[in-house]
């Protein structure tokens, strides 16, 4: 009796150490199996990021168009040059607008009249392009003041470091033509490309169509 009581006693034992094993193998297996879902998901969730930042980046355009209108004529061009050429557009805002007064070339003492006289002034422009890396063809328009561009031109130039970019500068004016726009726009960022000024005076779709490509 004592005998089986003991043989009793070890198949328990022998059996409940063996139900504890298996349960402690099956947490295991079921750990295993949480950590293996766990890093196909983060996986999954990388592929779509990159894919996602891929695409955003085949979507960004390499050309921007950047100019100055003091009045609404080269900005016009702008637009229709931007559409054209596939292209970002920015507008180059000075902190203190252009009054009309500001613009009186028949006075002497205009604003207008003044920064041009001394090609080292730099008016001051309130914004910026943020992500000018981005881009590789950077067309810059302005309207013609007292035959070149205004300095206002020169500090936008200034902001950037432009070098190895292609700078297209385009313009539009009262009749004149580019005039000494180079002599005065070039040193401003020596190290980028620069091509030829476009006069796009009175130019539609299809002219600049034409002209650009
Ligand atoms: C201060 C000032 C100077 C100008 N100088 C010239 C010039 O030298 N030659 C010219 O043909 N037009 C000149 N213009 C005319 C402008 O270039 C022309 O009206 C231009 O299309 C205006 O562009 P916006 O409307 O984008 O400012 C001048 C205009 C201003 C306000």
């Known amino acids: 009796m004592q005998k089986q009581k003991r043989n009793f006693k070890t198949v328990y034992i022998f059996q409940h ?23 196909c998901a983060g996986n999954k969730v990388e592929q779509g ?8 980046n085949m979507n960004k ?62 008016p001051a422009i309130k914004n910026k392009v943020e992500n000018m890396d981005q881009y590789t063809t950077v067309y810059i328009g302005y309207p013609i ?10 500090t936008f130039v200034e902001q950037y470091n432009l070098e190895g970019k292609t700078i297209i500068p385009f313009f539009t004016s009262g009749g004149s033509g580019a005039g ?10 020596p190290k980028a490309s620069w091509k ?3 006069n796009l005076t009175g130019k539609s779709k299809n002219e600049i169509e034409k002209l650009v490509k």
């Open 17 to 39: 150490n063996k139900i504890k094993e298996m349960k402690r193998l099956s947490t295991i297996l079921a750990l295993s199996l949480a950590v293996i879902l766990c890093a």
């Open 49 to 56: 990021s990159a894919q996602q930042s891929n695409t955003e």
């Open 61 to 122: 355009k390499t050309t921007l168009v950047a100019y100055f209108s003091a009045t609404g004529t080269t900005k016009a061009a702008a637009e229709k040059l931007a559409e054209v050429v596939d292209a970002d557009i920015h507008e180059i805002q000075p902190e203190q607008l252009y009054t009309d007064a500001d613009l009186d070339w028949h006075n002497q003492q205009s604003r207008s009249s003044v920064e041009m006289k001394n090609k080292s002034s730099r």
């Open 145 to 154: 003041w007292w035959y070149i561009a205004p300095t206002i031109i020169n």
């Open 180 to 189: 000494e726009t180079m002599k005065y726009l070039t040193p401003s960022a």
């Open 196 to 198: 030829d000024p476009i």
